[in-house]
């Protein structure tokens, strides 16, 4: 069935670090994919989304590329910082109408000063 | 509303009671969504609308748990006789138009004793 794999956690990285998080998918059909980010005492937020094949989505210094040919999405950010701790949420969404929404089980990022 | 809210915010039962969860989506959002989410998991996909319609309450793990949205607004989580494993956090989420961005609420922590 469609479902979703991420790097498992938690990640611990010095601010200014180079971030990859790895996300992977299984879809019968064409998916939309996102990272979605959660961070301390808040709800989940949308982060960045791509709806097909090789397009980037972007958004606070995060790149994700969508690769049919690998089925992956991974999320990547050049230098992290210390307000970028959260927990990064992969997911998809397929369907005809792609109301079908499948999460990741979520990774945890700390950055320390 | 600026955002999707959910009442209450924390919820305490004993076993076999029954509760029900309130989500009220941001104005206009024709889709809502509800997923359970377990501590270290993602997000898991229970049931959806599109206006008042039930479109897909696959997700829902048994008959004891069901949703309406009986104006195509607000919506309830219905769970009957509680068990200690439906302790969770129930997160709804609304959108625009299925294959939109999902913005969602910030939970309802339900732990039944």
């Known amino acids: 069935g469609d479902s979703v794999t991420q790097m498992e956690g938690p990640v611990t990285l010095s601010e200014e670090a180079f971030l990859t998080i790895n996300c992977t998918y299984t879809?019968?059909?064409?998916?939309?994919l996102f990272w979605y980010v959660q961070y301390p005492g808040e709800g989940l937020q949308l982060l960045l989304k791509?709806?097909?094949?090789?397009d980037k989505g972007s958004n606070k210094g995060f790149e994700a590329t969508y690769r049919k040919e690998t089925t992956s999405f991974h999320l990547e950010k050049g230098s992290v910082q210390v307000s970028d701790s959260a927990v990064y949420f992969c997911?998809?969404?397929?369907?005809?109408?792609?109301?079908?929404?499948?999460f990741g089980t979520g990774t945890s990022l700390t950055v320390i000063p | 509303g600026a955002g999707v809210s959910q009442s209450p915010r924390y919820k305490v039962t004993k076993r076999g009671q029954d509760v029900a969860l309130r989500c009220d989506p941001i104005?206009?959002?024709?889709?809502l969504y509800w997923y359970r989410q377990a501590l270290g998991q993602g997000p898991e996909f229970l049931t959806y609308?599109?206006?008042?319609?039930?479109?897909?309450k696959s997700g829902l793990p048994n008959d004891r748990f069901s949703a309406e949205r009986p104006e195509g607004s607000i919506s309830t989580l219905t769970i009957q006789r509680t068990e200690q494993r439906d302790s969770a956090m129930y997160r709804c989420?609304?959108?625009?138009?299925?294959?939109?961005?999902?913005?969602f609420g910030p939970g309802t922590r339900l732990t039944v004793l």
């Open positions: 989420a609304s959108s625009l138009v299925g294959q939109g961005e999902q913005f």
């Open positions: 879809a019968t059909g064409y998916p939309s």
């Open positions: 791509a709806t097909k094949a090789d």
């Open positions: 997911a998809l969404s397929v369907g005809n109408t792609g109301n079908q929404f499948y």
């Open positions: 104005s206009g959002h024709v889709s």
């Open positions: 609308f599109n206006y008042e319609a039930q479109q897909d």
